[in-house]
């Protein structure tokens, strides 16, 4: 497609459900990042693919977060058991060059309000 | 441990002013320094970035400011818009090292307002 798409673009859910959230990278793009932006702050590094592998993990604040890729294809982040503290707006980027710092695209977002 | 520190939190700047932005970082591995502008509702899009064998690099309104010796980068913006109200955040990495280091370290934003 012609840019990152994610949904959906805003999910409401009680606390203790589980989320998904899925990502369309731009097409041929084979880097692929997961971020949270919570308010008034900046974005934090969830994960990272390369292709349907992930070389770095270290973001994802708990167990309860998982992310998964297809291919150079779309990725689903999971959250389970959600809890107040997650709510954010969870942002995908994709990269023509991976690993590098080049040419992000991000999405629209995906609002989370857990209540 | 923030590493990258951005200031000020918001700015209010009158059309046709100067809005500067600062950030400062820590690591001295990072060698390319994005800025990126954020609309409401919108992911962030890329504005402008340097590579730190520059001390300043200019496109249109907007220019970054390099300072390799203070570990610190300057966005500013001539000739301030009210099109160009939006939040902007400043990041750093090192992309050509592999590695974890490739992906973005954000500051944490700052909201400029362009009053008419």
């Known amino acids: 497609g012609a840019g990152v798409s994610q949904s959906p673009s805003n999910k409401v859910t009680e606390k203790g459900k589980d989320v998904e959230l899925r990502c369309d990278p731009i097409?041929?793009?084979?880097?692929l990042y997961w971020y949270r932006q919570r308010l008034g702050q900046g974005l934090e590094f969830l994960i990272y693919?390369?292709?349907?592998?992930?070389?770095?993990k270290s973001g994802l604040p708990s167990d309860r977060f998982s992310a998964e890729r297809t291919g150079e294809s779309v990725s689903t982040l999971t959250i389970q058991r959600t809890q107040q503290e997650d709510s954010a707006v969870y942002l995908c980027a994709s990269s023509r060059q991976g690993p590098t710092g080049y040419g992000y695209t991000f999405g629209s977002g995906t609002r989370l309000t857990v209540v | 441990q923030q590493q990258v520190k951005q200031s000020p939190q918001s700015l209010i700047v009158q059309k046709g002013g100067i809005s500067i932005i600062n950030c400062a970082y820590e690591?001295?591995?990072?060698?390319?320094f994005p800025w990126y502008q954020q609309f409401p509702g919108k992911g962030p899009a890329l504005l402008i970035a340097?590579?730190?064998?520059?001390s300043e690099k200019k496109e249109g309104r907007f220019t970054i400011s390099f300072n390799k010796s203070a570990k610190q980068f300057s966005l500013h913006i001539m000739d301030s818009q009210p099109g160009d109200s939006a939040t902007y955040f400043c990041a750093a990495s090192n992309p050509n090292s592999g590695g974890s280091n490739y992906k973005l370290t954000f500051g944490k934003g700052t909201l400029l307002t362009v009053n008419p």
């Open positions: 340097i590579r730190p064998d520059v």
């Open positions: 097409s041929g793009h084979t880097a």
């Open positions: 693919f390369q292709g349907n592998s992930a070389p770095d």
């Open positions: 690591n001295t591995a990072f060698d390319y």
